[in-house]
């Protein structure tokens, strides 16, 4: 079981910066899938950016190169540092663990999520 606490989001102006924390407990596998959701109000919910193993990482055409994340193995965190912010990247975040389970669907661990509100 993996339980997930995120922290860092808030209010913020247009150009600024966040970052996200998420802290993992329980037991992280190599080959899990940690990652960053969000959703937006009447919005479905979309991956932001993922990393597994370090080296293999994803994002959303719309955060490339202003968003990056990041994780600290030993301390079982995963960041997303959010640069040059819009309105549009108003959402509330999710941090997310995926598990590929051996002949059955990914399970899929999440957060209770943090709100990020960018104004104009």
């Known amino acids: 079981q993996v339980q997930l606490v995120e922290s860092g989001g808030g209010l913020v102006q247009a150009g600024g910066s966040l970052k996200l924390s998420c802290r993992a407990s329980g037991t992280i596998r190599a080959d899990d899938v940690m990652g960053w959701y969000r959703q937006a109000p009447g919005v479905q919910r979309e991956l932001v950016a993922s990393?597994?193993?370090?080296?293999?990482?994803v994002y959303a055409d719309s955060v490339k190169g202003r968003f990056t994340i990041s994780i600290e193995n030993a301390k079982n965190m995963v960041y997303l540092q959010m640069n040059s912010l819009k309105p549009d990247d108003t959402a509330v975040y999710y941090c997310n663990v995926r598990r590929e389970i051996p002949f059955d669907m990914p399970r899929h661990y999440w957060g209770q999520g943090t709100q990020v509100t960018v104004s104009s």
């Open positions: 990393i597994r193993t370090r080296s293999i990482i």
